[in-house]
Nanobody, 121 residues
Framework: QVQLVESGGGLVQPGGSLTLSCTAS????????MNWFRQAPGKQRELVAT???????NYADSVKGRFTISRDFAKSTVYLQMNGLKPEDTAVYYC???????????????WGQGTQVTVSS
């Protein structure tokens, strides 16, 4: 009932920048938090950044000072601005949203399909 569509991944050289976006659609009553996770080959999925409905943000230590998460409430869209990219940032990046469904007020926790980010020279 809730879908997330991501875009913005690609190949970038070390030190470069990329911006990921993720738009939520469907029967959404409210979104309490939108998150970006990533999963590198052979590694567990890890939380990269979070933005809550109140605008509070949180980042993994590995990306602090380089990545910025932001949210456009009107568009139900979350962005991840990634600067100073490193080869170790290479991973599939997943958008995740938590909230309540409009018709039932039941909670949802939905994932996007993932977008590949490759940092390489």
């Amino acid at each position: 009932q809730v879908q997330l569509v991501e875009s913005g991944g690609g190949l970038v050289q070390p030190g470069g920048s990329l911006t990921l976006s993720c738009t939520a659609s469907g029967r959404i009553f409210s979104i309490s938090a939108m998150n970006w996770f990533r999963q590198a080959p052979g590694k567990q999925r890890e939380l990269v950044a979070t933005v809550t409905s109140g605008g509070r943000t949180n980042y993994a230590d590995s990306v602090k000072g380089r990545f910025t998460i932001s949210r456009d409430f009107a568009k139900s869209t979350v962005y991840l601005q990634m600067n100073g990219l490193k080869p170790e940032d290479t991973a599939v990046y997943y958008c995740n949203a938590e909230g309540l469904i409009a018709t039932t007020r039941m909670p949802f926790n939905t994932w996007g399909q993932g977008t590949q980010v490759t940092v390489s020279s």
